[in-house]
């Protein structure tokens, strides 16, 4: 995809879930199900996928599993075939994790393999400096387009200041933000980040699981310039993906048309971070996050077990009567039925 038109189709605002990694009981990759997964999100109508990513599990770079290569080339042959089924170009989003070296050579790998972007993580690189980072990030660059990512320290990101995100936003090959750092000060600095630095193109993309509504429907205003925030890549669309896309819509034509915010959204809001925080195993700082998606999979029929590549990796005490809760709480928020209709066509 051309730079431009990439920018273009993230400025317009997508829904992007970060796909899980589907497993069989003895921790082996199930393609089978993993193209369910990838067919089941193009069908929903999400604007593409990203993968490689936390909730696609950073194991899958250990050399004992061998899975970061395999995954992205298995998402780029479905996205492949989506965008013949569906008429349209869905956005392959790759995560990149490590030093330079590293991330260099994953940013070579998702660009021979057609992706658009790359997620950039800067976990491993957790005492770097601000100039450390911008060369980093800038290397990255040269390579692949590049998405910042702010993740949230307690699941493997860093503190990022405002001083480092007013520079990341001059790098020329720099496309969007994702900002999940849970926190609303932080959230403030890359958009006020953003505004300063008079990239009108740099798209902003809510990561923030806990205020995903919201995130949507406001502007944000800095000197006089307004911003808003126009999609989402996130673990918590991975699941329910057909009222995610739905949601987004919604969000977005409040959001253009200046309209009043309806009560009604407020409230959804609300339900949508209480579901969250039963799937992201809120209660345990996050410990069951990824368990918590997959057991929403799996009562669909999409995954078959829990599995993770870390066995430790599982559901918390109390986690699955919270899934219970919401699920009762909020069937609206739901798209069992959607998933029951489609679900042995994208199996097969």
Same mark, same amino acid.
């Given at each position: 995809?051309?730079?431009?038109?990439?920018? $273009?189709s993230?400025?317009?605002?997508?829904?992007?879930?970060?796909?899980?990694l @589907?497993?069989?009981?003895?921790?082996?990759?199930?393609?089978?199900?993993?193209?369910?997964?990838?067919?089941?999100?193009? @069908?929903?109508?999400?604007?593409?996928?990203?993968?490689?990513? %936390?909730?696609t599990?950073?194991?899958i770079?250990?050399?004992?599993?061998?899975?970061?290569?395999?995954?992205?080339?298995? @998402?780029?042959?479905?996205?492949? %075939? @989506?965008?013949?089924? %569906?008429?349209?170009? &869905? +956005?392959?989003?790759?995560?990149?994790? #490590?030093?330079?070296n590293q991330?260099?050579?994953?940013?070579?790998l998702?660009?021979?393999?057609?992706?658009?972007a790359?997620?950039? $993580?800067?976990?491993?690189?957790?005492?770097a400096?601000?100039?450390?980072?911008? /060369?980093?990030?800038?290397?990255?660059?040269?390579? +692949?387009?590049? /998405?910042?990512?702010?993740? =949230?320290?307690?699941?493997?990101?860093?503190? *990022?200041?405002?001083?480092?995100?007013?520079?990341?936003?001059?790098i020329?090959?720099?496309?969007?933000?994702? /900002?999940?750092?849970?926190?609303?000060?932080?959230?403030?600095?890359?958009?006020?980040?953003?505004v300063?630095?008079?990239r009108?193109?740099?798209?902003?993309?809510?990561?923030?699981?806990d205020?995903?509504?919201?995130?949507?429907?406001?502007?944000h205003?800095?000197? #006089?310039?307004?911003?808003?925030?126009?999609?989402g890549?996130?673990?918590h669309? $991975?699941?329910?993906?057909?009222?995610?896309?739905?949601? %987004? =819509?919604?969000?977005?034509?409040?959001?253009?048309?200046?309209?009043?915010?309806? =009560?009604? /959204?407020l409230?959804?809001a609300?339900?949508?971070?209480?579901?969250?925080?039963?799937?992201?195993?809120?209660?345990?700082?996050?410990?069951?996050?990824?368990?918590?998606? &997959?057991e929403? *999979?799996?009562?669909?029929? *999409?995954?078959?077990?829990?599995?993770?590549?870390d066995?430790?990796?599982?559901?918390?005490?109390?986690?699955?009567?919270?899934?219970?809760?919401?699920?009762?709480?909020y069937?609206?928020?739901?798209?069992?039925?959607?998933?029951?209709? &489609?679900?042995?066509?994208w199996?097969?």
């Open positions: 995809m051309q730079i431009d038109t990439l920018i $273009s993230l400025n317009l605002g997508q829904v992007i879930p970060a796909c899980p @589907a497993l069989t009981a003895n921790r082996r990759l199930d393609e089978r199900r993993q193209r369910a997964l990838l067919r089941y999100y193009t @069908a929903a109508g999400a604007g593409g996928v990203a993968v490689g990513v %936390h909730t599990q950073f194991a770079r250990e050399p004992k599993h061998g899975l970061f290569q395999p995954i992205l080339e298995l @998402a780029a042959e479905e996205m492949r %075939h @989506a965008d013949l089924k %569906h008429g349209r170009r &869905h +956005l392959r989003i790759g995560g990149i994790c #490590g030093t330079t991330a260099v050579r994953e940013a070579s998702m660009k021979g393999l057609g992706y658009d790359g997620l950039l $993580s800067l976990g491993a690189m957790k005492v400096s601000d100039d450390e980072l911008i /060369m980093h990030c800038s290397a990255v660059a040269e390579v +692949l387009p590049v /998405m910042g990512f702010y993740l =949230q320290p307690t699941v493997g990101g860093r503190i *990022l200041p405002f001083s480092f995100w007013r520079r990341f936003a001059e020329e090959n720099a496309v969007a933000i994702k /900002m999940a750092p849970f926190n609303r000060y932080q959230t403030l600095d890359v958009i006020r980040a953003v300063e630095s008079g009108n193109d740099i798209a902003l993309y809510t990561g923030n699981d205020n995903i509504v919201l995130d949507l429907l406001t502007q205003r800095f000197g #006089g310039v307004a911003k808003r925030i126009v999609g890549l996130l673990g669309w $991975s699941v329910w993906t057909r009222r995610a896309v739905e949601l %987004h =819509q919604q969000c977005r034509q409040l959001s253009l048309s200046g309209a009043p915010i309806p =009560q009604e /959204m409230q959804r609300i339900e949508i971070t209480d579901s969250n925080a039963a799937f992201f195993d809120a209660a345990n700082d996050f410990a069951g996050c990824i368990a918590g998606l &997959h929403v *999979l799996r009562r669909q029929g *999409l995954l078959e077990g829990l599995w993770c590549l066995e430790r990796e599982t559901l918390s005490s109390g986690q699955i009567e919270e899934i219970d809760r919401v699920y009762t709480s069937p609206h928020l739901n798209d069992d039925a959607f998933v029951d209709e &489609h679900r042995d066509q199996l097969k």
